[in-house]
């Protein structure tokens, strides 16, 4: 029989670190709750009989949001043999409540105070053997991420699971007891025994789930309540209430007596480093200041430099080894256009020259060189030409993420969200969606109220996630001579979409309400693994380089074709590109976007192409205007790119496109969330309208003041700019129903 170990434990207390160590698998470590909203599992290292399941985070089997509905579920329906606790031995109090409930399960349970490392570097001390005898269960010393106690960890599951001992448990007061001990026999004899209890506290807490569940009689139902009441009466609290707080009373005995902590009140360097980052005053500016910090290097400075090579070097004519040799040249070409590179320093020629000379080499046929060449490695090329940027962006994102940064913007984001009544929870999406949209969208499920989760779904994708920053980056290099605040507002204009779609959604009868409370433990700063770091950073690219040879090549091989082939006097064949079937295509739908500025059948082509995926944008373009045939002497392939575009309807072009519907693939986490097809298509609608309008106003309203041009479009664009505002600040409805 294969054994199924569940690893259970509140969010942020290492489960999915301890899951990566047990199954050397790679799922993402992420400091906040709401990162493993599924279940994953996996098999034991050196054992192919253990699977290991990773549940999402919970703090207690009653659950409110629905990634907690997912982990009560599995573990009362599919019964684990054994449960797996991860306790954060720096926050003990808080996450035995949990493990109180797990023990009452009827699954064995083993409890593994994780983070070790920092409870004794801060000198606190856990009796393990104590702490066991109280719980009723193993008890293993661990640090997940350190690796110690692992092994010893899944040997003690193991047996425990082997052996399907359950130790008893401990007793609530007389009363509680009495009533527990009434249920059981009246509805529940039938279970079996081992599971009554679980079941009867839940009944005795009116779990409307579980009563659901267990599908009673009114007649049942009936006498059951009139043990809780006698009860209630007798303690004179509500029963759900007498179960927390006797739970809270024991664990507070237990800790005394197991657990020494030697740091009372005194300020830890953790505390210290909070005082100042998550400070009333400081505490945006310096989010800002880190993100534009973050943004400019990976997409300018030291970012733009590996792009360069990438593009220019790789995927365009050639480089030197090292740079060596590539100053002299230039001077050279200068003087003299026939100079050869590889007369200076060890010149290594791109992957299009390359490909090009073998396939003339073996002569290929015209058109297959042509799809190879022009299409696929000039449309995937010019994505896979961002991967060095990409892997800069998602070093720091890994960094700021693994040293506890992030945790704290959450946490700081709420105080400003606060004020429009949204909650900082649903910042929580939106910072794993600067990676992929699709884990952001699906992290809109620690949310507990249901409009605010469908608002957050909504917006989310709002954030420049990885997928869009080589746009970014390519027109912040093409059209603003690589300026450095262009990526940086990127990110602050997604930012601003979702704060003023929030107000905007928040003043409307559908989404009014009162914000939920936001509570999340901020983990002590640690300094991150350079494993763990590259490990999510390398997850990252991965997943984009895996797109890049797929979905994009798909993709590139049809623009490739469409863009080559049409109807030239009634014979359909090999056309110019301009009479091809995109430019058809193109040209019929490009009078959607000439309003914002970039009417060019190009352009349009690309904005659609962007829904598959958002690197086909510059996949589209790669191949639209020719970049692998770079022009000689190493000059700017992007001119051909500049010059149909100006720096405002660039700037309206990225900006409608970082708003637009998200991809395919970000689309169908929306429907799937959503579970609605209304609300999808209203989801959709509305990010294309905003988008829409945001360009808008950007162009005309650029142009009236850069030129004092002025038109229909730029009345318009006044009329919606000040409907916007007037929708931002109008005077709230007062919401009809409470709730
Ligand atoms: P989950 O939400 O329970 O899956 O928790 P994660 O596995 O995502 O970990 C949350 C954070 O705690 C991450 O930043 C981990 O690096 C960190 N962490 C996990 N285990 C340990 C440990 O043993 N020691 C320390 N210092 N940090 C840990
Ligand atoms: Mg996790």
Redesign the pocket.
């Known amino acids: 029989m294969p054994i199924r170990i569940a690893l259970a434990?509140?969010?942020?207390?290492?489960?999915?670190?301890?899951?990566n160590a047990l199954t050397g698998s790679n799922q993402y470590?992420?400091?906040w709750?709401g990162?493993?909203v599924e279940k994953k599992e996996g098999k034991l290292k050196g054992r192919k009989d253990v699977s290991v399941m990773?549940l999402p985070?919970i703090y207690s089997l009653s659950p409110y949001t629905l990634e907690e509905v997912v982990s009560r579920n599995y573990l009362i329906d599919e019964r684990p043999d054994v449960i797996l606790n991860?306790v954060d031995g720096t926050n003990i109090e808080r996450n035995l409540f949990l493990t109180t409930q797990l023990t009452e399960l009827g699954i064995p349970v083993v409890a593994a105070v994780?983070?070790?490392?920092?409870v004794n570097k801060n000198g606190d001390k856990i009796n393990a053997e104590k702490l066991s005898a109280a719980l009723g269960c193993a008890v293993v010393e661990?640090?997940?991420?350190?690796g110690t106690g692992v092994a010893e960890a899944a040997e003690a599951a193991i047996k425990a699971a082997e052996s399907g001992r359950i130790i008893p448990h401990h007793s609530f007061s007389g009363s509680v007891e009495h009533a527990i001990a009434h249920i059981e026999e009246a509805v529940l004899h039938n279970l079996p025994e081992e599971q009554q209890r679980w079941y009867a506290i839940k009944l005795f807490e009116r779990d409307k789930k579980i009563t659901e569940k267990l599908q009673l009689g009114q007649a049942v139902l009936a006498h059951i309540e009139h043990d809780i009441k006698n009860c209630e009466v007798e303690l004179d609290d509500d029963s759900e209430s007498i179960i927390t707080s006797e739970r809270y009373r024991r664990i507070e005995s237990i800790v005394k007596d197991c657990c020494k902590f030697k740091n009372k009140g005194g300020l830890s360097a953790s505390d210290k480093i909070d005082r100042v980052v998550t400070n009333r005053w400081l505490a945006l500016p310096i989010f800002i200041l880190a993100m534009i910090v973050v943004y400019a290097v990976s997409v300018t400075t030291v970012g733009g430099f590996a792009t360069d090579w990438a593009n220019d070097g790789v995927f365009g004519e050639g480089w030197h080894l090292f740079g060596i040799g590539s100053g002299a040249y230039e001077a050279a070409a200068l003087a003299d256009g026939g100079a050869d590179p590889a007369d200076y320093g060890v010149w290594i020629p791109g992957v299009p020259v390359i490909v090009r000379n073998l396939l003339e080499a073996v002569n290929c046929a015209k058109w297959l060189q042509s799809l190879i060449v022009d299409g696929i490695i000039a449309g995937v090329g010019a994505v896979l030409g961002f991967v060095p940027q990409l892997l800069i962006l998602f070093i720091f994102l890994a960094f700021l993420?693994?040293c506890?940064y992030m945790a704290r913007i959450a946490f700081i984001l709420d105080r400003v969200f606060r004020k429009f009544g949204l909650s900082g929870k649903s910042f929580i999406p939106i910072l794993i969606g600067t990676g992929c949209g699709v884990p952001g969208i699906m992290a809109s499920r620690t949310i507990e109220n249901d409009r605010d989760r469908k608002m957050t779904i909504m917006t989310t994708t709002f954030i420049p996630c990885g997928a869009k920053l080589p746009l970014i980056a390519l027109f912040a290099g093409a059209l603003f001579g690589g300026a450095w605040w262009v990526a940086p507002s990127a990110y602050f204009i997604g930012i601003a979409a979702i704060i003023s779609s929030g107000i905007i959604l928040k003043k409307t009868q559908m989404f009014s309400g009162d914000v939920a409370p936001f509570v999340m433990e901020l983990?002590a700063y640690?300094w991150?693994t350079a494993s763990?770091v590259l490990r999510s950073t390398w997850e990252r690219a991965w997943s984009f380089i895996k797109k890049a040879g797929t979905i994009i090549l798909l993709a590139t091989i049809v623009i490739w074709f469409a863009s080559n082939f049409g109807w030239n006097g009634g014979a359909f064949g090999m056309v110019e590109m301009d009479s091809s079937i995109l430019a058809v295509i193109g040209n019929a739908v490009s009078w959607i976007f000439s309003p914002l500025g970039w009417g060019n059948w190009r352009a349009a082509v690309a904005a659609f192409t962007g829904l598959i995926a958002k690197e086909n944008i510059v996949g589209t373009f790669g191949i639209l205007y020719g970049f692998s045939e770079a022009a000689e002497g190493g000059a700017e392939i992007w001119t051909a790119l500049a010059a149909d575009f100006t720096m405002l309807s660039a700037y309206s072009f990225l900006v409608f496109n970082l708003l637009c519907a998200p991809c395919f693939a970000a689309m169908g986490a929306i429907r799937r969330e959503m579970n609605n097809a209304k609300w999808f298509w209203f989801a959709i609608l509305y990010q294309c309208v905003f988008a829409y309008i945001v360009a808008l106003c950007v162009y005309r309203l650029g142009l009236f003041f850069s030129a004092g041009v002025f038109g229909v479009e730029t009345a318009a664009a006044i009329l919606l700019a000040i409907l916007f505002i007037w929708m931002l600040f109008r005077k709230q409805k007062k919401p009809q129903a409470t709730d």
């Open positions: 434990g509140n969010p942020n207390s290492g489960k999915t670190t301890l899951f470590v992420g400091n709750p990162v493993t990773d985070g991860i994780n983070m070790m490392d920092v661990i640090s997940a991420l350190k993420e693994g506890g983990p640690h991150p763990s």
